[in-house]
């Protein structure tokens, strides 16, 4: 069964369609990454996915569970990082940990087990009683990493994760979705970093205008593109060129 499923969807805002019978799904174990220019719906794609924008037409699932029918659950089943960090400037980075983990019901044993492991990680274990508006950009954005990563939902929606994080934390955050693919986790990636998402996404999405032009694995778009031993960077460009 797949971790996630999207058929036929459209979406935008105002009745003005910028989805246009968008399918893909996110296997177990998987990591997909979401490849497009600005404008292209990648945007409008997450925002559908979180319950955040209806869908004008199609259907979302999580496994059994309809986002329709059965919000709630579908959502305990996701965890998100945004693109741009949002965080409480009245509460410590142990206070946005505690309620994170009140938010999704773990137990204090778990609980603990996890953030320090984190903050051992992320090496934010001195700022632990510290307010965000004495973080640096990148701070923030392992802030919101720990708290998406701190439990354990079945599918990862994460959007350009690698704005603001230095190298170490950049492969420290790597290590940790390969370490969540292992355990069976699915992982939906938007990035315009192509040459990272190329080392460790399993498939990939290039979308433009809100239609998907290619789907499928590195060889897989080689084959489509007729770019024999092309990256993803110049797979994209004759893609999305060729389509513009």
């Known amino acids: 069964m797949n ?3 999207i058929q036929s969807l459209s979406g935008g805002y105002d009745k003005v369609k910028i ?6 799904q996110v296997k177990p174990g998987e990591i997909l990454g979401l490849i497009g220019p600005n404008g292209a719906g990648k945007t409008t794609i997450i925002k559908s996915i979180l319950g ?3 869908p004008i037409d199609g259907e979302i699932k999580m496994l059994q569970y309809n986002i329709k029918e ?5 959502k305990k089943r996701i965890a998100y990082v945004p693109e741009v960090p949002l965080l409480y400037d009245e509460m410590t980075l142990l206070e946005h940990l505690e ?3 009140m938010s999704h019901g773990l137990d204090k044993e778990t609980f603990e087990k996890r953030m320090m492991e984190l903050l ?3 090496r934010l274990k001195d700022k632990l009683h510290h307010f965000p508006n004495s973080f640096s950009k990148g701070m923030k954005q392992k802030v919101m990493i720990m708290c998406a990563f701190l439990y354990d939902p079945s599918v990862y929606i994460i959007d350009e994760p690698f704005v603001g994080l230095d190298p170490k934390a950049t492969k420290d955050f790597i290590d940790i979705i390969k370490l969540k693919r292992e355990a069976g986790k699915g ?4 990035t315009h970093v192509l040459d990272t998402a190329e080392k460790i996404c399993d498939r990939f999405i290039l979308i433009n205008s809100g239609i998907i032009e290619a789907t499928g694995t590195m060889e897989e778009l080689r084959k489509y593109a007729e770019i024999e031993y092309g990256s993803l960077a110049d797979i994209y460009d004759r893609l999305v060129s060729d389509s513009e």
């Open 187 to 190: 992982v939906l990636m938007c």
């Open 52 to 54: 955040i924008l209806p």
């Open 99 to 101: 309620f994170t983990a």
């Open 19 to 24: 989805l246009n019978q968008v399918s893909f």
């Open 3 to 5: 971790l996630l499923d």
């Open 70 to 74: 059965d919000p709630l659950e579908f």
């Open 120 to 122: 051992k990680i992320f």
